[in-house]
Each structure stands twice: as C-alpha cells, then as structure tokens.
C-alpha cells in the first residue's frame, strides 16, 4: 500500500508552453503586418477572460481524466448552474453567497450521479455523462426559452469585470483553483489514488485502493468546476443562460485542453499546469483569429488540426516511451 501513497504526479512536458510561446510570437507578427495589436490591453483582458472560464472548466475535467474517466456533461452542468445563480439571486447583494452555494450544490449533485453511473452502475464514463447531459439539455429546453434570472450587481463588478491591473479577478480565481487541484494531485493521497486509478484500476485496488470512492470524488470536483464557470459567466452575462455552455463548447474545448496539456486520455499521466497552457493556447488561438478577422468555419478547422497534430506527438511519444 506504501508504493500508491507516495506515488508522485508525473510532469507534465512543457511543450504546451513552448508551442503558446512560438504562438504568440507568431501571432504578434501576423497581427502587426495586418495593422492591428495583439497585446493591447482590450486584447489581453479579453484573452485573459476567456482563459478563466475555459480554464475552471478544464482544470476539473483534468481530475477525471487522470483518473481514467471523462465528463461530457460539464456544458449543460455550465448552463444549468448560470440559471440556479441569477434565478436564485435575483439581482439582490444579499442573496450572493446563497445562491452561489446553491449552483454549487446542484453541480456536485449532478457530479455524483455521473461518478456512481460510471463505479457503481458500470457504465462507460463517456455514455454515462453524455446521458446525464442529455438529461439536463432537456431540462433546459423545456424550462427555458432565453435568459433568466438576473446576477447581482456585486458579482457582476467583482468576478465579472474587476482587474487587477490588466489581469481580471476571473483570471486570478483560475489560478488559485489551478493551483489547489496541484496541490490535491501532488500532495494528498486523494491525488495519489487518482493517479494510481487511471495508471492502473486493477493494481490500485490491489494496493488497498478505494477505485470507486477515488473516480466518484473526481467527478464531483469535475462539476464543481465546471459550476463555478458557471458562476463566472452569469457575472459576465448579467442573467442565466440556458445555451452557454453547449455554444461555447466547453465540453470539447476542455478536453482539447487538457489533450494538450499533455494529460494522457487513457489516464495516470498528466498535471493541471499544463492545462492551463492548453487553455492560454486556445484563448491565444481565438484573440489572433479575431483580430486578423478570420472566418468562424476555417478557425475551427485550424484548432481541429491543432488538436489532432497535438494528441499525434503525445501518441508518438507514448509509444517509444513504451518500446525503450
């Protein structure tokens, strides 16, 4: 049992930062020869809120995937908890932290369905999930023809549109999140177990692991995640919106990013810093794609390929890792 208790997290390689280096620096010079700016302020404060709520969506798709598992319910987890913020608040201060509390509630509740669907009733991660999206997708359409509720006008100026200098709040609260999931992967034996879970089920158990109480805590802190995004684009938007989530693609766009990260799909390998890269990629994408004004079709086609290369490298890379 002493072996899985100190197992280290495994680094994630740095090739994400390098390949958002070479980006930006490419970006820059595409953008200046166009005649605009890529690091004005505007730019960066938008890239930077991008980066938030992608990011505190992808930091707990992180968690699941080390663990062997997946979430793709987290978009309609996204739209649902915007509603249950703004409806809950009704633009009244003293009903924030209430109402907050209640979004998260309701998203860890859906967490726990999807991680006892998947441990106890043995369901693959991937159908589990997207039923439970399916569920909750009907749900909102049924209840729901356009935005509701109204987010109080204390969220809306702290956690929507408050910077530190040209950094928003969002940005920061990512960060202290990122670096609280770090800490559980690297420094409890909650995230000794999650490694050792995705690495090897089978073996982890063996070991005296608890699989199944692991993969259910990874999904719960997943939806968690995936509500406070929630939260955040309630504050932006000013009201809850029931197609957010599924228009901003979260669930795939999270997954990409953690692809990217370097966090193996099949689990045990991987961290949250580099999903974060992976995230400051995207958004780098997208503000370099705005500002030269390329069309919305040929950009998804470029990050389409940027994944597919990305996830060809690691693949390679496993492989030889594998044969030596």
Not at 59 to 83: F, P
Not at 183 to 189: G, I
Not at 224 to 244: D, I, N, Q
């Amino acid at each position: 049992m002493s072996g899985v208790l100190t197992l280290p997290a495994r680094r994630t390689a740095p090739g994400v930062f390098v390949a958002l280096a070479v980006t930006l620096a490419i970006g820059w010079l595409v953008v200046t020869v166009d005649g605009g700016q890529l690091f004005s302020l505007p730019t960066t404060v938008s890239l930077l809120h991008v980066a938030a709520g992608l990011g505190l969506v992808a930091v707990g798709q992180t968690l699941v995937v080390i663990g062997g598992s997946l979430d793709l319910s987290v978009a309609y987890v996204i739209s649902l908890s915007t509603l249950v913020a703004a409806e809950a608040m009704n633009g009244d201060d003293a009903a924030l932290l209430p109402a907050i509390g209640l979004a998260l509630a309701v998203s860890a509740a859906i967490g726990l369905l999807n991680g006892l669907l998947v441990t106890k009733a043995r369901i693959n991660a991937f159908i589990a999930t997207v039923g439970v999206g399916l569920l909750l997708k009907g749900y909102l359409d049924n209840g729901y023809d356009g935005p509701a509720g109204k987010t109080a006008p204390a969220l809306v100026q702290g956690l929507g549109y408050q910077r530190v200098g040209p950094v928003p709040v969002s940005f920061l609260l990512l960060l202290a999140v990122a670096a609280a999931a770090w800490l559980v992967l690297a420094r409890t034996r909650f995230g000794h177990h999650l490694i050792a879970v995705g690495g090897d089920p089978e073996v982890a158990r063996l070991s005296g692991v608890r699989n199944h109480r692991v993969l259910v805590t990874a999904h719960v802190l997943c939806s968690l995640c995936a509500g406070l995004a929630g939260v955040y684009l309630a504050s932006r938007l000013g009201s809850g919106a029931p197609r957010v989530g599924t228009e901003g693609l979260y669930d795939l766009e999270s997954i990409a990013a953690v692809v990217l990260g370097g966090t193996a799909l099949a689990g045990g390998r991987g961290g949250v810093a580099g999903t974060v890269g992976g995230v400051l990629l995207l958004a780098s994408i997208d503000a370099i794609f705005n500002q030269l004004e390329v069309d919305a079709f040929f950009k998804q086609v470029i990050r389409g390929v940027i994944i597919i290369v990305a996830v060809a490298i690691y693949a390679r890379r496993a492989l030889r890792k594998a044969a030596s």
